[in-house]
Structure formats: C-alpha cells, structure tokens
C-alpha cells in the first residue's frame, strides 16, 4: 500500500491522506509521520498499516463516540454520522459502533423510551414517532418503546398545554385562534384533535 496524496483538510488541523487502493483516510500530521516512518521503500507493509489502523485510528474513533456519549445520550445514527462527519473510515466506524452497543454506550430502544418520557407531555404521538426516525431510530425500536412507557391521552395533552398558555376559548380573538391553532400544529397534533377546543 502507498500513500497517493497528502491534502490539507479544509477548516482542520488534520489532513487527507489517499492511498494507490483508494483508501482514505483523515489524520493529524503526527500520525502521517508516524505512516510515513512505516513504509519500506515507499510500500507500507499490510501488517504495520493493520497495527496503525488498531492502534492510531480504531483507538482514536472510540475514544471520539465516547466523547460524544458522555456529553448527551445519542441514536447509533447520530455517532455514526459524526464519525464519518470525522473522517473515520467506514470499517472502523462499523467496529466502534458494534463496541458501544456490546457496552450499551448507545442503545436506541432506551434512547427512544427516554425521548418519549421527556416529550409526551409536550407534542404528539406523530411528532415524537417522525423525530425518533428522522434520529435514525428503526420503526419497530419506536413501537417496541411506545407500547412500554407512552401513557399520553393527546386531548388530554392538548386541554393542559391550552390551560398552561392562558388560552379562553370565550375570550379569544381570531388572531388568538390563529396563534393558537399553528401552536398546536407546530406541536404536531392533529386539527381533528383540536378544532372543537378552538
């Protein structure tokens, strides 16, 4: 294997480096002269470049997830998507995700569970579905979750978020209706839900 091209990553300390089989791969200029020091005659052997990707590369990536969890709890598609965002190849971010889910360091039934319990008072039952899969959160993770800890009654939601805003369904002008109406659509329930509480 031979290093192709070194590029500058735009905006990064780190920089591009191409191999001859198209493997790409974004490192800090330390770890290129570590890669440099390892070729032979400009070829790297495939054993030393195995050790470099175990020791430099697959160590920093889980290291980066970790970060990442430790800060918020996140989807399997969201740590995917900043490893590769990272520059981290995508072997090496299969590898890292595999290890956070032995570990449960991500687990999206949990993390779905969770987001139901913090916005089930809050939104919809079709708001909170549509945000767990724009998450990357699988269907059947959201039903699976949904069955165990959603307890909302959605009219029931609506009454009290109308309650906690002031809203008097005698007193209110048009352009209180108004506000009112995109309030609650923008929360994602349905006008059907809600028309006869306007």
């Known amino acids: 294997m031979k290093i192709e091209s070194i590029e500058?990553?735009?905006?990064?300390?780190?920089?591009?480096?191409?191999?001859?089989?198209?493997?790409?791969?974004s490192l800090y200029p330390s770890d290129v002269k570590k890669l440099e020091a390892l070729a032979v005659e400009g070829e790297i052997p495939p054993a030393?470049?195995?050790?470099?990707?175990?020791?430099?590369?697959?160590?920093?990536?889980?290291?980066?997830?970790?970060h990442l969890v430790s800060k918020m709890d996140r989807t399997?598609?969201?740590?995917?998507?900043?490893?590769?965002?990272g520059g981290y190849p995508k072997e090496v971010i299969e590898r890292v995700i595999a290890f956070m889910k032995e570990y449960r360091y991500i687990d999206d039934l949990s993390f779905a569970k969770s987001f139901i319990r913090t916005y089930?008072?809050?939104?919809?039952?079709s708001d909170i579905r549509r945000r767990l899969l724009e998450k990357g959160v699988k269907k059947a993770e959201i039903s699976e979750a949904e069955a165990e800890?959603?307890?909302?009654?959605?009219e029931s939601i609506i009454k009290e978020l109308l309650r906690k805003r002031g809203y008097d369904r005698e007193a209110a002008?048009?352009?209180?209706?108004a506000k009112t109406l995109r309030f609650l659509l923008g929360k994602g329930f349905s006008y059907d839900l809600f028309s006869d509480m306007l």
Do not use: C
Not at 16 to 24: C, E, I, N, P
Not at 76 to 85: G, P, T
């Open 149 to 154: 800890v959603y307890q909302g009654d959605e």
């Open 8 to 25: 500058r990553s735009p905006g990064s300390k780190k920089q591009r480096v191409v191999f001859d089989d198209g493997t790409a791969l």
């Open 76 to 85: 399997e598609e969201d740590v995917r998507r900043k490893l590769s965002q």
């Open 120 to 125: 089930m008072d809050k939104k919809s039952l």
């Open 48 to 66: 030393s470049f195995e050790v470099f990707i175990e020791e430099t590369i697959l160590s920093r990536a889980k290291n980066r997830a970790l």
């Open 173 to 177: 002008d048009q352009k209180e209706k």
